[in-house]
C-alpha cells in the first residue's frame, strides 16, 4: 500500500536527522561568495525512480534543508503541472500498461515524436500510473509502487523540512501549440508556494514570465542545451547563444550548462583544460550551474570513478567554482561542499582506521607494479601490500595472483603454451609464475586488473593499461624502507604448501630471508604484517619471527564459531574479511546491520581489515548511492573496521581529512553513517527473489591445518623452452580470469505491481 507518512518515518531511520553544522566560513570563488547550490535532479533519482515522493524525501534527508529540489513540469489535459522527466511518460511510468495502445504522434519543437504524452489525460486519468526508474542500470525494485506527483505534492513531501523549489520548463512552446500554458500554470503555483528557481531552454518562456514574478523571490535560469540543438522560441542555436551571454543577462540571472560546457572531455573521455565560461559569466553577474552529475554514470577517467573528485574539480579548483550542481546523488555533492572542499594538500588526518592497499593504487595502474606502488605512497596510504609470488628460479616477486594471466599480457604472449590447470591453485586455467624464471617474468608487459569489465564492460585507465614494471619483494622492499608516510608493509603468502611440495621452492622462507636482509626484523622499521589464508604459513611465521600475522578468512561468513576466534587469536592479531561478511546483501541492498563477524572478532582483541573498496558504483551496494566516501564512511562508522583495503586509497585517505568525521551530534546527515537494512525494508516483497540461506559461520575445523609439508628437493627440469611436449597439450591456452566474488550482484527482477 501507498503511504506516504509510513513510508516517511522509514525512510527517516535511513539517517539520524540531526542539524547539520556549517561549516567554518572558507572563501567560495561563486558568484556570491556563498557554498555552490545542491539541487536534487528529481529528489535522489540515482535510488528511486525520478520526481516520487520517497525521490524527494531522501534527498532533503541526507543534504540537509540547503538542498533544492528539481521538478520537471508537464501538463495534463486539465492544465495541472506534474513533475515527469521528460514530455512523452513511456520512460518513467507505466503508462503504457494502463492505457494499452494509446500512443500518439506530435511534433515536439518540429521533431515528430511518438509516445504517451500527458496533455492527453487529466490528473485524474494519471492518478494511479505508477513511476518506474529512467535509467536502466539503476535498480528496478522500486518500479511500480510509488505514484506520480503534482508539484504541489512535491512541495508537501519536502517537509517537515523546507528545501527550495527548482522549476524546470523544458516545453513551453510545445504546451501552448495545444492550448496549454506554462505561465498560467507557473503563475498561479507560486501564488501557493515558493518557487526559488525556474528555468527553461526557451527565451521565450523566459521573457514573458520574468516581468510576472519577483526576482527577488524567483531566480530566472537560462538553460543551455546541446550547443548544435536549437530554442524553438528564437530559433538561435545554444551554441550561438553561449557567445551572447549579454543577451542573457537582460532576462536571466544565471544559466544551467551540461558539464562538458565548462570542463569538456575528449572523445576518449579525458579531461580538457577548462573552459572561460564560469569566468566570462561571473564578470557579467550571471550564476552558472552545472548538470548532468550522477555517481553511476561514465564520467572521465581523470576521477579514477570517484565522483566526489569529479565535483571538487568544479566547486573548489583554485580558481572558480560553479554556483550550483544538478545531480541525480545529492548526497555526494552536499558532503563535497560541507566536508571535503578547501581541505588543501597538507590537512590532517582525522581517522586513524587503516588505509591498506591492495596490490598498490591498482585502480590506476596495473596491479604490484612500480607505478601502482609509487602512486599509493603518493595518495597516502598508511600499508603498502605486496603479495608475494614465486618465479621458477626462486625468486619472490609482487603479483596480484600466481597466475600471470591476472595481470599481465602473458596470455597474448608465447608463454600462452604454458597455461594449465592446477585445482589447488585457482579453478580453471592459468599460467602460472613458477614455470617462467624471473627474467621471463620482468620481460611481460603488465595489465590493469579490470574487475568490473566483464559483467558491467567499466574499464580502468586505457591510457595506462599497460604501464609499469613488475618488482621483486628485494625491491619492493627497498621502496617502502624510506618512506617515513607508510607505517607498514603487508606481506601476502599463499600457496606455501603447493609450492613446497610440488615445486620444491619455500616461499616462507624467501619472506623471512629478504625481511630481514632488508633490516625489517630490526628494531625500529616499520610494522611488518604477514598475510595468508592458511593458518600453518602463519604458524611458521610465528615460530621464526615476531611480526604482525593476519589471518584472511577467504569465504564470506555472517559469524565466526567461538573455538574459531580462539583458534585465531593464538597465531593471528588481525584478521581479513570481505564487505558482505559485515554487511550482508540481497539484490545488491544490504539486507539488515552488521552480522556476527565483527563483532565477535573485535570482542576477542583482533583487529577486523575489510576488503575491497573500490571506486566502480558496481561494487557497492545500493544503500551507499553509488559513492565510494558513504560507503567506507558507513563501515568506519558503524562497524568499527581496524582497516580499510582499498585499490583506490587516494580516496580512503580523502575520507579520512574530511571536516565532517569527530563532531559527534553535529555531523550533517550527509556524513551519516547509513541504515543498513532500511531500503531493503522497503522494497516490496514481489519484487524480491526468494530469501537467501543465512550466511555461514566460521569453524574452527577451517581454522585449523595441517603443518607446512617440507620442501620437495626438484631435480632442475629441462628448459621448458625448448620442449614441445607439454605435459597438458590439450588444454586452452585461453585463461579464465577469476574475480573477485563479492561484486555487487544485480538481479533483474520483475518489479512490475500494478493493482
Ligand atoms: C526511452 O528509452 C529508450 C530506450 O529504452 C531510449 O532510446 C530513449 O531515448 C528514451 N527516451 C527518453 C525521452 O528518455
Ligand atoms: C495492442 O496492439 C497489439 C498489436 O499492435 C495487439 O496485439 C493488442 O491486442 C492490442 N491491445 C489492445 C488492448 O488493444
Ligand atoms: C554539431 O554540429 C557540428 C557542425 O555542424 C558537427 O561537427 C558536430 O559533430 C555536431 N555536434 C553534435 C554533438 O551533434
Ligand atoms: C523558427 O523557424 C520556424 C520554421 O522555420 C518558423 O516557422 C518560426 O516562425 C521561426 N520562429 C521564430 C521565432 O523565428
Ligand atoms: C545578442 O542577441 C541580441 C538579441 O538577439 C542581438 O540583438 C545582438 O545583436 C546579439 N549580439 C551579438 C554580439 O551577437
Ligand atoms: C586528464 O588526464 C589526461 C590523461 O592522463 C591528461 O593528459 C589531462 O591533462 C588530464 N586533464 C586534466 C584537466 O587534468
Ligand atoms: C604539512 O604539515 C606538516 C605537519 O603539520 C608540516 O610539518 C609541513 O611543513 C606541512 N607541509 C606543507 C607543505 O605545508
Ligand atoms: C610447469 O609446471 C608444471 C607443474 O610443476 C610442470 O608439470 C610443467 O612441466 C611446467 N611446464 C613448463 C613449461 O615449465
Ligand atoms: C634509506 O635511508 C638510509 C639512512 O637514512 C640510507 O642509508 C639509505 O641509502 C636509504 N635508502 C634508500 C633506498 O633511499
Ligand atoms: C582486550 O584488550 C583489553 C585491553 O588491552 C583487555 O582489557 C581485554 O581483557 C582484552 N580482551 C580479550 C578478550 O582479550
Ligand atoms: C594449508 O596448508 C596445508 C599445509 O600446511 C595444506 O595441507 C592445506 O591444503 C592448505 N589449505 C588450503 C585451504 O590450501
Known amino acids: 500500500m501507498w503511504t506516504p ?44 525512480p525520478q520526481s516520487s515522493e520517497v525521490a524527494y524525501n531522501l534527498a532533503v534527508m541526507t543534504s540537509g534543508p540547503e538542498v533544492s529540489i528539481w521538478c520537471d ?63 536502466y542500470s539503476r535498480s528496478p525494485v522500486f518500479d511500480g509502487t510509488y505514484m506520480i506527483l503534482t508539484v504541489d505534492d512535491v512541495v508537501k513531501s519536502g517537509a517537515p523540512q523546507t528545501p527550495g523549489l527548482w522549476l524546470n520548463i523544458q516545453h513551453d512552446a510545445f504546451y501552448a501549440q495545444h492550448k496549454l500554458s506554462m505561465k498560467r500554470f507557473v503563475l498561479s503555483v507560486s501564488r501557493r508556494v515558493r518557487v526559488n528557481y525556474i528555468s527553461s531552454p526557451e527565451i521565450g518562456f523566459l521573457r514573458s514570465i520574468k516581468p510576472r514574478l519577483n526576482p527577488k523571490k524567483t531566480k530566472f535560469i537560462f538553460r543551455f542545451l546541446d550547443q548544435n540543438e536549437t530554442d524553438p522560441s528564437t530559433n538561435q542555436t545554444y551554441g550561438s547563444l553561449l557567445k551572447n551571454l549579454t543577451f542573457i543577462k537582460s532576462f536571466a540571472s544565471g544559466i ?18 577548462h573552459t572561460s565560461l564560469v569566468s566570462d559569466a561571473h564578470k557579467l553577474g550571471l550564476e552558472v550551474f552545472a548538470s548532468g552529475f550522477a555517481n553511476d554514470a561514465s564520467f572521465s577517467f581523470n576521477y579514477s570513478y570517484d565522483p566526489l573528485a569529479e565535483y571538487l574539480q568544479f566547486i573548489d579548483n583554485g580558481e572558480f567554482s560553479v554556483d550550483g550542481v544538478l545531480s541525480d546523488f545529492p548526497v555526494t555533492p552536499s558532503a563535497a561542499i560541507g566536508c571535503f572542499a578547501h581541505l588543501g594538500t597538507n590537512s590532517t588526518k582525522r581517522d586513524k582506521t587503516l588505509i591498506i592497499s591492495k596490490c598498490g593504487a591498482s585502480g590506476d595502474y596495473p596491479a604490484c607494479t612500480d607505478l601502482a606502488y609509487n602512486k599509493a605512497i603518493l595518495d597516502g596510504v598508511d600499508v603498502l601490500d605486496c603479495p608475494v609470488q614465486m618465479s621458477k628460479d626462486g625468486i619472490p616477486f609482487c603479483l596480484s595472483s600466481a597466475d600471470l594471466g591476472e595481470s599481465t599480457t602473458a596470455v597474448k604472449s608465447s608463454f600462452s603454451r604454458y597455461a594449465m590447470s592446477i585445482p589447488e591453485i585457482k579453478p580453471g586455467n592459468g599460467i602460472f609464475t613458477f614455470n617462467l624464471t624471473w627474467t621471463d617474468i620482468k620481460g611481460l608487459t603488465p595489465s590493469i586488473v579490470n574487475p568490473f569489465f566483464a559483467k558491467y564492460s567499466l574499464v ?3 591510457k595506462y593499461k599497460n604501464a609499469g614494471t613488475f618488482v621483486t619483494l ?75 600475522l593476519v589471518y584472511k578468512i577467504d569465504e564470506t561468513v555472517g559469524d565466526v564459531a567461538d573455538a574459531a576466534v580462539e583458534d585465531i587469536k ?10 558482505v561478511s559485515v554487511f550482508p546483501r540481497d539484490v545488491a541492498f544490504l539486507t539488515s546491520s552488521l552480522t556476527r563477524t565483527v563483532p565477535k572478532l573485535k570482542a576477542s582483541n583482533l583487529s577486523v581489515f575489510v576488503e575491497t573498496f573500490s571506486n566502480e558504483f558496481v561494487s557497492q551496494a545500493w544503500d551507499f548511492f553509488s559513492d565510494p566516501i558513504v560507503e567506507i564512511n558507513s563501515f568506519i562508522q558503524e562497524a568499527g573496521i581496524d ?25 550533517p546527515p550527509y556524513m551519516q553513517p547509513v541504515q543498513a ?15 537467501l540461506a543465512p550466511l555461514p559461520s566460521l569453524t574452527n575445523s577451517e581454522v585449523v591445518e595441517p603443518p607446512l609439508p617440507p620442501v620437495t628437493k626438484i631435480a632442475p627440469a629441462s628448459s621448458p623452452a625448448d620442449g614441445t611436449n607439454s605435459p597438458h597439450k590439450n588444454v586452452q591456452p585461453k585463461v579464465t580470469v577469476c574475480f573477485l566474488s563479492n561484486v555487487a550482484v544485480f538481479v533483474l527482477v520483475a518489479s512490475l505491481v500494478l493493482l
Open 5 to 48: 507518512r509510513a513510508l516517511f518515518s522509514t525512510l527517516a531511520l535511513l539517517f539520524h536527522l540531526l542539524h547539520s553544522a556549517r561549516s567554518d566560513r572558507s572563501p567560495w570563488n561563486t558568484l556570491t561568495g556563498n557554498p555552490p547550490l545542491v539541487v536534487a535532479h528529481g529528489g535522489f533519482s540515482g535510488v528511486f
Open 73 to 135: 513540469v508537464q501538463l495534463t489535459k486539465d492544465e495541472v503541472g506534474i513533475c515527469l522527466p521528460n514530455v512523452i511518460l513511456d520512460n518513467s511510468t507505466f503508462i503504457s500498461y494502463i492505457f494499452p495502445n494509446k500512443s500518439t504522434t506530435y511534433n515536439v519543437n518540429n521533431v515528430p515524436t511518438n509516445g504517451y504524452f500527458s496533455l492527453d489525460y487529466t490528473l485524474k486519468d494519471l492518478s494511479n500510473v505508477p513511476l518506474k526508474q529512467v535509467v
Open 256 to 273: 544551467l550548462v551540461p558539464k562538458g560546457y565548462i570542463w569538456p572531455v575528449d572523445d576518449s573521455l579525458y579531461l580538457q583544460p
Open 460 to 462: 580502468r585507465d586505457p
Open 474 to 548: 628485494s625491491d619492493f622492499l627497498l621502496l617502502t624502507k624510506n618512506q617515513t608516510s607508510l607505517s607498514g608493509v603487508l606481506i601476502i603468502v599463499e600457496n606455501a604448501a603447493y609450492l613446497a611440495e610440488k615445486q620444491g621452492l619455500s616461499v616462507t622462507d624467501a619472506v623471512i630471508d629478504a625481511l630481514s636482509k632488508a633490516g625489517y626484523d630490526k628494531p625500529g622499521s616499520q610494522k611488518v604484517y604477514i598475510q595468508s589464508t592458511n593458518s600453518s604459513v602463519l604458524l611458521k611465521f610465528k615460530e621464526k619471527t615476531s611480526y604482525e
Open 570 to 579: 593464538s597465531f593471528a592479531g588481525s584478521v581479513v574479511v570481505d564487505k
Open 643 to 667: 582497516g580499510v583495503i582499498t585499490d583506490f586509497p587516494k580516496t580512503a585517505n580523502r575520507y579520512s581529512r574530511n571536516k565532517c568525521l569527530n563532531l559527534g551530534d553535529k555531523v
Open 677 to 691: 537494512g532500511s531500503l531493503y525494508g522497503i522494497i516490496p516483497s514481489e519484487s524480491l527473489p526468494p530469501a
